[in-house]
Structures are given as C-alpha cells and as structure tokens.
C-alpha cells in the first residue's frame, strides 16, 4: 500500500525539480511581517503567530527532520510542543496533507538535533557542520507520517508545501541556501534511512 505514496511523491518531485525562481518579492514581504500572514500556496495553522522579526532568535540554518508518527500525527506534535516550547522538537511541523503547524514563537528555541556530532563527511562537508549546526541556531522542521515503514519519504503534498515553506524560512531569517540541513546530514540517525535527506536535497536542488 505504499507504493502509491512513493510514487505520488516521486512524480511531484519531478514536477518540481526546476529551479525555483528568485524569491517573489510579496513572498519576501509577507515573510518579514508578523501575525498570521497568508502565503499562496501553503496552509498555515497559526499556533504561534509571529512576532516582529528583529526580535526573532539568530537563526542561520534550517533542519529537515522526519518523525515515525502516523498520518495525522503532525497537529498533536505541534499542539505539545506550543504547550512546551523548549521540549524535544522542532518549530514547524509538516502533515501529510502538506498542513503546516507553526508551533513555537521564534524567539523561542525548542530542542532537536543531537549535537551535530556527525564528522565522517558521508553526505556533506562536516567540517563546516561539526558541532556548529546545533537547536541554538537551526529552526528544525519536522515531517510527519513515515510509519509504519520509516522508508518511504514524505507525500506529494508534503513536498509541494516544502517547496514554499523554505522559501519563507529563508527570506524571513536570511539562511543561504547552503545552510539547509538534513538531519541524517550532521548528526548520526536510523540506520533504516536517511532522515531528512531526499528533502533538503530537493531544496538545494530547487536553488534560489
């Protein structure tokens, strides 16, 4: 019964593989406002709506992270996690409807990553991750519903909302392309799959 999933996944990918165009100069405007601004394209679910960004946490890097939870799971992470801002998790979380929940104010830093203590340079340079790409300067996203079987990767809904949620990540807190990470990419995960990989690649891929 995953097939379907993977495929639906794979072919919006491929759909979406051009590159992005430069960041639309409204997408950027409404990514520096604060409330509960509307991005064509994406549904937001406002559990922590923005505050003025020059009091936003220094964020430098974005964490792409993918959770066992089942479909439906996203909304009860993010609801737990505004309840508890600094607990284990992220900021954003993505259901599989391409729902996101944005979770924790961002001036606010929750807890996710393991240290950045991966320096084997497997998938990237890690000299340039060790022990830098660490909660205190990565606003972590989290994909939700990769259970039962943890490899067969996000929804086509996931992956066209990701398409435009990094745009708004990056042209809110000014992350250079580069600075988006998988988590299997700076810090040593599941051994089953890559955690986070094939979406932070299709981010660099997309480009600017």
Not at 41 to 63: C, E, F, M, T, Y
Not at 138 to 146: D, K, L, P, Q
Not at 177 to 203: F, M, P, Q, S
């Amino acid at each position: 019964m995953m097939m379907p999933r993977l495929l639906a996944a794979v072919f919006a990918a491929l759909l979406l593989i051009a590159p992005a165009d430069a960041i639309d100069a409204e997408l950027a405007r409404l990514a520096r406002s604060t409330g509960t601004p509307d991005f064509p394209g994406l549904k937001i679910v406002w559990l922590a709506p923005w505050g003025d960004v020059a009091s936003a946490h220094a964020w430098r890097n974005i964490i792409v992270h993918q959770t066992e939870g089942p479909t439906g799971s996203a909304r009860g992470g993010a609801e737990a996690q505004s309840k508890n801002p600094t607990r284990r998790g992220v900021m954003v979380w993505v259901e599989t409807d391409g729902t996101v929940y944005w979770s924790v104010a961002d001036n606010l830093v929750p807890t996710h990553t393991d240290g950045a203590n991966r320096n084997d340079n497997k998938y990237i340079d890690n000299g340039l991750t060790y022990h830098q790409v660490v909660r205190d300067n990565s606003i972590g996203v989290e994909f939700a519903g990769n259970y039962p079987d943890v490899t067969i990767g996000p929804t086509a809904a996931q992956v066209a909302a990701w398409k435009i949620l990094v745009q708004v990540l990056r042209a809110r807190y000014g992350i250079p392309l580069d600075h988006v990470y998988a988590h299997n990419w700076i810090d040593y995960k599941d051994a089953r799959y890559c955690e986070g990989c094939w979406l932070a690649t299709l981010a660099r891929t997309w480009g600017e």
